[in-house]
């Protein structure tokens, strides 16, 4: 059974940061490309980050440089570190494996960015 568990999310004010763990298991971790997708309110979900099974990394425009994805293939866990958060960045963050036709998704954790 495929479980993706996010964890880290929370309130904070803008300028702050938080980083978001996602645990995988289930899967062979190292192979699968790794993504952050968020749901703001009232909006589609949208890609955030994605890093691949060799580590190449790719950002959403309004993300880059202040967020960072990273994975540890020893801990099944994809990382999200966002920095100089924004009350744009409010949203419901869920972890994505994606390998071929294959796509799990976690439940996903609230972000909440206050001004």
Do not use: H
């Not at 570190?81 to 390998?99: F, G, I, R, W």
């Amino acid at each position: 059974q495929v479980q993706l568990v996010e964890s880290g999310g929370g309130l904070v004010q803008a300028g702050g940061s938080l980083r978001l763990s996602c645990a995988a298991s289930g899967i062979a971790f190292n192979i699968y490309a790794m993504g952050w997708y968020r749901q703001p309110p009232g909006k589609q979900r949208e890609l955030v980050a994605v890093i691949t099974m060799g580590g190449i990394t790719n950002y959403a425009d309004s993300v880059k440089g202040r967020f960072t994805i990273s994975r540890d293939n020893a801990k099944n866990t994809v990382y999200l570190q966002m920095n100089s958060l924004k009350p744009e960045d409010t949203a419901v963050y869920y972890c994505n494996a994606a390998l071929s036709s294959y796509s799990y998704w976690g439940q996903g954790t609230q972000v909440t960015v206050s001004s």
